[in-house]
């Protein structure tokens, strides 16, 4: 969670899940007062990671996956407060609203959605991702900005060009799938530049 007014929109999402279920909220490690604050008056058992703004979303996330891959979960949700889209550095909020909508939608529409998907998870063991199907990308046509070099190092036998990604990395995920991540640390993502 890194923009505050975009907690309570995930929160309210969340009420879509109506098993119990543990809520791990990476945040930056400056200004968390009030996002600690909003998370405890709905989920008072959440746990809190607070971490230099490194990876964005990912480096967090990454960072806690042995803890998750310990749990031995059915599946994870990673969420997180999309703010904006970027073309040619000039930020379109409108777009990164649309993007967000679609994505909660996609992941969390309604509790029936939700079930749908644990029970995917639970019943079919080859799924390892359920995602928004319009930000499903190519890492071949959208190498992002290492063009794939950091998938190929990890997934050497699949070769990145195969592969593919969820823009805005919002998605259900197996843990036990991203075993080949869990040798990476927070401290392998440079540290955020403000670049867009």
Known sequence: LYYTDLVPEILEHLKAIREPFDLIVTMPDWGTRRIVEMVRAAHPDALFYAAP????????FIDLLPAMLEKDYDAVLKLQTKRGYFRADRMIPEFGEMWREETFSALLGSP???????????????????GP????????????????????????????????????????????????????????FAPESGAN
Not at 53 to 60: A, E, F, V, W, Y
Not at 154 to 173: E, P, Q, R, S
């Open 53 to 60: 703004n490194r990876g964005r979303d990912i480096g967090p």
């Open 133 to 188: 199907k319009p930000f499903l990308l190519s890492l071949d046509k959208y190498p992002y900005h290492d063009n794939g070099a950091l998938a190929e190092c990890l997934l050497d036998d699949i070769g990145a060009k195969d592969g593919a990604f969820y823009a805005g990395t919002m998605f259900w995920v197996r843990p036990s799938c991203l075993q080949p991540l869990a040798e990476l640390k927070l401290t392998h």
């Open 112 to 130: 029936e959605r939700v079930t749908e998907i644990l029970d995917a998870f639970r019943s079919r063991k080859q799924l390892n991702m359920v």
